[in-house]
């Protein structure tokens, strides 16, 4: 032993935990994605409509829904996984906050009643959409310290609020727009559970903006 180089087993030790980390990573996201499209399946099935999914190499892909039942007309739910494949994107994804996440995006059959948007601040999502617009009033829901921009700010939270409990946790951002396209957009985690959780509160809210 004492005659062996150390630079060429530093060079090996490197590359055997590259490729330990590599593989293991790999493995992992692919389960992941694999169980954030289960859940979605049922849910984004139960809209009505021709649905499909789209993969995107084996961490990401896109679920859409045509012809969907109403409130809704048309629905994607979009997944990204953070990257993990290699240490320093994902030490950088961490440290960004970057999350395993979905943008859920629905056009509506009826402009609802009103619009706004809503972002959870310590998100990554909800740090920039802070940053695009200064007029924000904190509300408390669910335990969770929220921003709300709307102009029946009450009658909003108090819609909110008529949901099921614990049915927005998942949501980092959530926006109604109203006008000529109608719709929903919400960024959410895919956390087990909390992806069809989130997308039955996006219908559920659907529901009552048509009400």
């Not at 060079?11 to 992941?32: D, I």
Request: hydrophobic fraction near 45%; avoid cysteine.
């Amino acid at each position: 032993m004492a005659g062996l180089d150390p630079g060429p087993i530093a060079v090996v030790s490197v590359a055997v935990f590259f490729l330990v980390w590599y593989y293991a990573a790999f493995v992992y996201s692919r389960r992941v994605a694999a169980r954030v499209a289960r859940e979605f399946k049922d849910a984004v099935l139960a809209l009505g409509g021709a649905s499909k999914i789209r993969w995107f190499g084996t961490t990401a892909f896109r679920m859409t829904t045509e012809a969907a039942s109403p409130p809704f007309k048309e629905a994607s739910v979009t997944v990204t996984l953070r990257p993990r494949e290699m240490p320093i994107n994902w030490a950088i994804a961490t440290a960004q906050g970057r999350r395993d996440a979905a943008l859920v995006e629905a056009s509506l059959r009826s402009d609802p009643e009103f619009d706004f948007e809503l972002i959870d601040p310590r998100t990554r999502i909800g740090r920039r959409r802070r940053r695009a617009r200064a007029d924000w009033s904190p509300i408390t829901l669910g335990g969770r310290d929220l921003l709300l921009v709307a102009e029946g700010q009450g009658a909003v939270v108090r819609l909110l609020e008529s949901l099921a409990p614990g049915s927005l946790l998942g949501i980092m951002a959530l926006h109604v727009t109203a006008g000529t396209s109608p719709g929903i957009a919400a960024s959410m985690s895919v956390g087990p559970g909390e992806a069809a959780r989130g997308l039955t509160a996006i219908r559920d809210l659907a529901d009552h903006l048509g009400g």
